[in-house]
């Protein structure tokens, strides 16, 4: 089964991520076959090996998925789960 992300392959932060007290603001995650290859941030970051789990959406995104047998499904509408 192949995985992935087809057509979108980079997100931008809308909103500051507030992690241990820090904002790390205006942030940009490169994906390549599913892993992040590559980060930029204006201001915030540090290199760390700590995991943080974060929400990605804003009202505008929409994500629909495909599934094995070809099947569209709806993930993500108007900035809210639908599954």
Do not use: C
Not at 36 to 64: C, P, Q, R
């Amino acid at each position: 089964m192949n995985y992935g992300i087809i057509g979108i392959r980079y997100v931008k932060s809308k909103k500051p991520l507030n992690y241990g007290g820090n904002l790390i603001d205006n942030f940009k995650l490169t994906f390549k076959a599913g892993k992040i290859v590559e980060y930029a941030v204006e201001n915030g970051v540090n290199d760390s090996l700590t995991h943080v789990d974060f929400m990605i959406g804003s009202a505008e995104l929409e994500i629909i998925g495909e599934t094995a047998s070809g099947e569209k499904v709806q993930v993500f509408k108007n900035g809210n789960w639908v599954i």
